[in-house]
């Protein structure tokens, strides 16, 4: 039954739990599986200046959200080190009470010269990606000039900083970059980081998704298991993403994120908020609900709080268990709005 005070709960019993922040549609990377650069080209309509939440309407909306339940705040983008300042975001968030986790997702590229000021600034964790070890794998995927050589400074240097263990994900997509698992594994074994592969996902309509390209949770772990034995993890909360696996032989742990063949949805209690303020509740929503308009027509916190309530109680998204059905192929949202 809805009440005004306490956690916001879905229709099917869900708590909101954590909140996804995209502090920028923009990126300078053009990931073939997130941004391909013929969709994303020179006369792409990025958001303007105008159009973004500012930091204070951010720590605004997100102050609600922890009012409704949410304890775990990610920042995401588009690429989230290209939002000018956004240490800044940081430091307003970290002083929010009732927060247990604040990390981001990031491309690691701007990292080597930012951990410092984000770790200052109160971020706890990072979680960086990285989909290749092999330059011209990584160029493939990417789509950009950047070097291996840059991602892995910046996790180096995240590291440093004393934002430990970093986690790697590394998106895998059949016949882009599958031969790059066991490199990865071995580069982070024993290194006290988490690498963590995930099945290539059908967000958004420009990827050219085809489930012929994802190699599957069990194809990764057997390729990786034949290699250095595996042996499964309990997971650290409910409701974790990640099958957690450690190596037999002591040298750390991977994760698999198996959204494609073992839907999680069940325990899903994320929401997301997109660069210019629209709430979606589930990653393939095709729409969104605008949140900055009432922000800047002058809703009080209490009218703010009432209408995500009533967004998060009417929630009944459960894409990824019903992916096979014909009913699912709509329009989605792209991962570089919503921010993964
Ligand atoms: N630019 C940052 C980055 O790449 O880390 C943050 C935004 S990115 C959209 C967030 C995460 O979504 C990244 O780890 C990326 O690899 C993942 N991602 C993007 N498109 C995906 C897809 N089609 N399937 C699976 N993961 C995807
Ligand atoms: Fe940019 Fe991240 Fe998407 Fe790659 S996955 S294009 S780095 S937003
Ligand atoms: Fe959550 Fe939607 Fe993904 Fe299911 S498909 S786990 S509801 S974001």
């Not at 989909?131 to 892995?152: E, H």
């Not at 050219?208 to 990786?224: P, S």
């Not at 709430?279 to 605008?290: A, K, P, R, W």
Request: aromatic fraction near 6%.
């Amino acid at each position: 039954m809805s009440t005004d005070r306490g956690p916001a709960t879905d229709r099917f019993d869900r708590p909101l739990g954590d909140l996804r922040i995209s502090v920028t549609d923009r990126c300078n990377f053009r990931c073939v599986y997130c941004m391909p650069r013929e969709v994303f080209g020179p006369g792409f309509e990025f958001l303007s200046r105008s159009e973004l939440l500012t930091f204070e309407e951010i720590h605004r909306l997100a102050g609600i959200f922890v009012d409704l339940g949410v304890d775990k705040i990610r920042l995401t983008g588009g690429e989230p080190l290209l939002r000018r300042d956004v240490d800044q975001l940081v430091g307003m968030l970290a002083g929010l009470a009732g927060l247990s986790d604040l990390t981001m997702t990031t491309n690691a590229s701007l990292l080597p010269r930012k951990a410092e000021a984000l770790r200052a600034a109160g971020l706890r964790r990072i979680t960086v990606s990285l989909d290749a070890l092999d330059d011209d794998v990584f160029r493939a995927m990417s789509d950009v000039k950047v070097p291996v050589s840059t991602v892995l400074d910046g996790i180096r240097a995240a590291s440093e900083a004393g934002l430990s263990p970093v986690k790697v994900n590394m998106v895998v997509k059949r016949g882009a970059n599958e031969d790059q698992i066991l490199p990865l594994a071995e580069y982070f074994r024993g290194s006290g980081h988490i690498l963590r592969f995930i099945e290539f996902m059908d967000v958004g309509n420009s990827n050219g998704w085809r489930m012929d390209d994802v190699v599957t949770a069990r194809e990764i772990r057997d390729t990786v298991d034949a290699r250095w034995p595996l042996e499964p993890l309990d997971p650290n909360y409910t409701g974790e993403v990640a099958n957690r696996y450690r190596y037999r032989d002591g040298e750390g742990e991977v994760g698999i994120i198996a959204s494609v063949t073992r839907p999680f949805c069940g325990s899903c209690t994320r929401a997301r908020i997109t660069a210019n303020g629209e709430l979606f509740t589930c990653l393939f929503s095709g729409t969104g609900h605008d949140l900055r308009e009432p922000l800047r027509a002058g809703a009080s916190d209490e009218e703010l709080r009432a209408m995500i309530r009533g967004i998060w109680e009417r929630r009944a998204d459960r894409y990824s268990e019903l992916r096979s059905r014909a009913t699912v192929d709509l329009p989605r949202v792209e991962m570089s709005r919503i921010g993964g």
